[in-house]
């Protein structure tokens, strides 16, 4: 997912280049905006967390990209491409390094887990819509 931080940047382009650059194929894409509901259910494992509201303030105040991504290794080498949370602490050419402010506004989300990406992709995606 390009969070709202990068899709107001004007980032869509760069961050999907160097995702298809990494060899990612792109099954499904959408430009949509999460509704407090619907992020407050994406989002429901941090529920408990202090940062919470904040996390779904700032997924709901703006236009999201969603995406099922497909390649061999696909979580783990997707992690590697966006790089770590804190921007300050991604390696130089990651996602988050090139194009994150902050912890909080990190421009991607990322699967950390196979069953995580087939679960988030359902969320954002009806069969007929990947491809």
């Given amino acids: 997912m390009i969070k709202p931080d990068a899709v107001e940047n004007g980032y869509i382009g760069a961050i999907l280049d160097k995702i298809t650059a990494a ?3 792109i099954v499904a894409m959408k430009y949509t905006q999460l509704s407090t509901r619907d992020a407050e259910i994406f989002y429901a494992i941090h529920k408990e967390r202090p940062f919470f ?3 779904v303030e700032f997924m709901t105040r703006g ?3 969603a995406a ?3 390649k061999d290794n696909a979580v783990d080498d997707f992690r ?3 790089g770590a949370t804190n921007p300050e602490e991604a390696a130089e050419g990651t996602i988050r390094k090139l194009y994150a402010a902050s912890i909080g506004e990190n421009a991607v989300h ?3 887990s196979d069953e995580n990406a087939a679960i988030e ?3 954002h995606f009806s069969g007929r819509e990947t491809y």
């Fill in 63 to 65: 236009p999201i990209v």
């Fill in 110 to 112: 990322g699967s950390d």
């Fill in 80 to 82: 590697a491409l966006i």
């Fill in 68 to 70: 099922i991504l497909e």
């Fill in 53 to 55: 509201g904040e996390l």
């Fill in 23 to 25: 060899g990612f194929r």
């Fill in 121 to 123: 992709g359902a969320f």
